[in-house]
């Protein structure tokens, strides 16, 4: 059974930073790209990075370019998101998803094989 669980959302400043981290079981983890997405509260999910499944090509919605930053721990099945410089309209539930591909991940393409139950990013101004 596939599991996802996320950690690390909370309430935090405007300017401030923030790690998630998404614990993957019941699967082979380096095999799979792996992503992250997020939905604010009245609009749909949206991609947020995805990562391939050695971690050599990121991608990146442009709306967190140069301020957010995914990585993987295939060793420990753990795949991150490094959030920076967060502004109030990063407020969402943030999940992490696994799929075959990252660039389809990302785009939509293909939809996730799983899903995280998301933990909750709030910003305050």
């Known amino acids: 059974q596939v599991q996802l669980v996320e950690s690390g959302g909370g309430l935090v400043q405007a300017g401030g930073s923030l790690r998630l981290s998404c614990a993957a079981s019941?699967?082979?983890?380096?095999?799979?790209?792996m992503g992250w997405f997020r939905q604010a509260p009245g609009k749909e999910r949206e991609s947020v990075a995805s990562i391939t499944w050695s971690g050599a090509s990121t991608y990146y919605a442009e709306s967190v370019k140069g301020r957010f930053t995914i990585s993987r721990d295939n060793a420990k099945n753990m795949v991150y998101l490094q959030m920076n410089s967060l502004k109030p309209e990063d407020t969402a539930v943030y999940y992490c998803a696994v799929g075959q591909f990252a660039r389809d991940l990302f785009s939509g393409r293909r939809r996730p094989d799983y899903w995280g139950q998301g933990t909750q990013v709030t910003l305050s101004s």
């Open positions: 019941g699967l082979t983890f380096s095999a799979y790209a």
